[in-house]
């Protein structure tokens, strides 16, 4: 387990927030998207694991190629 922080964040067309928990590295990566809207750490020091962390970048990939797309 890693350490980690949460994060609250609005797409560009969202009405509503989505959370998560994410690495630090994660974090500097999903914010700067152009899809992202909003983007602000909520609690630091959360713990992740490998699994939480692998499911993340799962979800960077795809904000990845709908901003793409």
């Not at 994660?26 to 959360?46: A, G, M, S, T």
């Amino acid at each position: 387990m890693g350490s980690a922080v949460k994060i609250r964040y609005k797409l560009k067309g969202d009405r509503e927030y989505t959370t998560c928990v994410v690495t630090r590295v994660q974090y500097e990566n999903f914010k700067i998207l152009p899809i992202i809207k909003e983007c602000e750490i909520i609690q630091r020091d959360v713990s992740i694991s490998d699994d939480q962390i692998e499911e993340i970048n799962q979800a960077l990939v795809e904000a990845i190629k709908e901003d793409i797309g």
